[in-house]
């Protein structure tokens, strides 16, 4: 399971389009687990960063700090 705590959006222009965005995750119609590519524990989170600034096979990675 994946349990989403939250999430940033940059420009509040979107804001809109993020609130679509949570209905759908909330009823299902969206699945978030296909679009993590990578995790990394919190003592790797520059290799989390550098993972995040190469584009190619990366979409999303999750730093875990548990």
Same mark, same amino acid.
């Given at each position: ?14 804001? &809109?389009?993020?609130?679509? /965005?949570?209905? !759908?995750?909330?009823?299902? $119609?969206?699945? %978030? =687990? ?8 919190? &003592?790797?989170?520059?290799? /989390?960063?550098? !993972?995040?600034?190469?584009? $190619?096979?990366? %979409? =999303? ?6």
């Amino acid at each position: 399971d994946l349990k989403v705590t939250g999430f940033s959006c940059p420009d509040e222009k979107n804001i &809109d389009l993020i609130n679509l /965005g949570q209905r !759908l995750v909330a009823a299902g $119609e969206i699945q %978030l =687990k296909p679009l993590i590519t990578h995790h990394v524990p919190l &003592d790797d989170l520059e290799q /989390g960063l550098a !993972l995040c600034r190469r584009h $190619e096979k990366v %979409l =999303k990675v999750i730093v875990d700090i548990v």
